[in-house]
């Protein structure tokens, strides 16, 4: 069982940048795609970004340009800096972590943290 802690989420004005952090509470070098999906009440689960164990990275269309996922193994940790931000991007922002090589849908991902809550004013 890997237990994700998010944090870094808040609120900040229009063209701001925040920066979520995850912490994993074993090491993340062996697990396959970390990932961060936003959810906002009433739709579905949204992929923002995922990276793999290699380092390959793929971003859902409302982030690409805009964010940008890392890792640090060492300190079983995955970024996610989303620079640009807009009002839409208002939303609760999950970790999550999948046994697969790549993953791309929700249902791919193991685990998944509590979610930090983003919120961006115009």
């Known amino acids: 069982q890997v237990h994700l802690v998010e944090s870094g989420g808040g609120l900040v004005q229009s063209g701001g940048s925040l920066r979520l952090s995850c912490v994993a509470s074993?090491?993340?070098?062996?697990?396959?795609?970390m990932g961060w999906y936003r959810q906002v009440p009433g739709k579905q689960r949204e992929l923002v970004a995922g990276?793999?164990?290699?380092?390959?990275?793929n971003y859902g269309d409302s982030a690409a340009g805009r964010f940008t996922i890392s890792r640090d193994n060492a300190k079983n940790t995955v970024y996610l800096q989303m620079n640009s931000l807009k009002p839409e991007d208002t939303a609760v922002y999950y970790c999550?972590?999948?046994?697969?090589?790549?993953?791309?849908?929700?249902?791919?991902?193991?685990?998944w943290g509590q979610g930090t809550q983003v919120t961006v004013s115009s």
């Open positions: 990276i793999t164990s290699s380092g390959r990275t």
């Open positions: 999550a972590a999948s046994s697969l090589f790549v993953a791309t849908m929700p249902d791919e991902y193991d685990y």
């Open positions: 074993e090491s993340i070098y062996s697990i396959g795609t």
